[in-house]
């Protein structure tokens, strides 16, 4: 018995080999077959395209470097330079900046003359990289992502605790460059187009009415219209008390705080009635109360008063965003606007929202009226009565 119980479990185990074997078989077999289904052509052009993006993120310090170092403007009078030349010219060093200039060059930041070995910043390149208050300005992106970086890890941790970060967390940078990154779009679009897209807002604006700015930042849009409608008497609120005291400094260098007050006050309860014009630019999104804000406009409207809702450019589907546009914006809803939204348990609508979902959010607010009245490539701009 001993003996044909241990022939059976020689079997079963010569079985269970057999059988494990074949299972490794199939899975090696498997694997051999979706390495076959893989296009090489692809997969180069996919890495390829990685190594693009490596290049790009690594520079996007370097370009920061160069516009707090004040390199790009020291080359924007179109001169060709060589490295000791920009050195002399900015007071920095001359091994750091051969290195710097190569790594523009490379990236299609400045233009490199072979025979010359000297280094140009175009025309466009420097409306784009040296001139603040150009519409094609891009320096406040990069300051803003030196912010992004700064929040890396706290945002990583909340991925797994679901908690938030609120907006007067984050580093200096990101108020700067978030001023910086708008303040090209509003410059060329809020008074020549967006308020005259809206219905008969400019006529008021331009008789004299009162306006309110909420999440106002830096101010950089309620001063833009203090200067276009000089009848108009404006008050700005936001949150962030260094913000406020930024917005004020920036209504004294215009000549307009005799008419521009800057308050601390929530979205929520900004104090304040009989108002014309409430304006919410690229902030409606972060807030922790999208409709008690937006129930709070419509408290604060005159009769007849009109809520201008400028917002991130976005379509109602996921599908309509998979662009370079949609990109850096789910990039920077990931890392500050829906973070700022669940610091207080709110709907975290984030940077993407689209049209659609503002729709809901200003109906539950209880306005009867709500049209798309313009748009550019970044923003849409919003219209609630």
């Known amino acids: ?66 516009d707090e170092l004040g390199l790009y403007r020291a080359m924007a009078d179109g001169e060709p330079v060589t490295p000791a030349e920009l050195a002399r010219r900015t007071g920095t060093n001359e091994r750091y900046l051969r290195e710097w200039l190569a790594n523009q060059a490379a990236g299609g930041y400045v233009e490199y003359d072979a025979g010359t070995a000297t280094f140009t910043l175009s025309p466009e390149q420097a409306l784009a990289l040296a001139t603040d208050d150009s519409p094609a300005s891009v320096q406040g992106a990069f300051q803003s992502i030196v912010a992004f970086a700064a929040a890396r890890e706290r945002i990583a941790r909340r991925f797994r605790t679901g908690e938030g ?70 008050v700005g609120y936001d949150t962030h008390p260094a913000s406020i005291d930024a917005a004020r400094e920036n209504a004294e260098r215009a000549g307009v705080s005799d008419r521009v007050r800057f308050e601390v006050a929530n979205a929520v309860s900004f104090p304040g009635t009989g108002f014309d014009l409430v304006a919410h630019f690229d902030s409606l999104h972060d807030m922790v109360d999208p409709v008690g804000a937006a129930r709070r406009v419509r408290k604060a409207l005159a009769p007849g008063g009109t809520w201008m809702l400028v917002e991130p450019y976005a379509g109602d589907r996921l599908e309509e965003n998979l662009n370079p546009v949609g990109r850096l914006y789910y990039a920077a809803s990931t890392l500050v606007c829906v973070p700022n939204s669940l610091a207080g348990h709110g709907p975290a609508l984030g940077a993407q929202a689209g049209e659609a979902r503002l729709r809901e959010v200003v109906e539950q607010a209880g306005f009867g009226s709500f049209r798309r009245a313009t748009q550019t490539p970044f923003n849409l701009v919003l219209e609630a009565r």
């Open 165 to 234: 970060l609120p907006w007067g967390e984050h580093d200096h940078n990101l108020f700067a460059g978030t001023e910086r990154f708008f303040r090209p779009g509003y410059a060329a679009h809020l008074v020549d187009e967006w308020i005259p897209a809206l219905d008969g807002v400019e006529e008021k604006l331009e008789r004299g009415a009162r306006i309110a700015d909420v999440g106002c930042g830096y101010g950089t849009s309620t001063v833009l219209l203090a200067k276009a409608y000089p009848r108009c008497r404006l």
């Open 1 to 66: 018995m001993q003996t044909e119980t241990i022939e059976q479990t020689r079997r079963t185990e010569a079985n269970e080999g057999h059988e494990r074997a074949e299972d490794v078989g199939r899975i090696h077999g498997n694997g051999a077959r979706r390495a076959q289904e893989i296009d090489p052509a692809r997969l180069e052009a996919f890495v390829g395209k990685v190594v693009n993006e490596l290049g790009a993120t690594a520079s996007a310090l370097l370009v920061r470097i160069g």
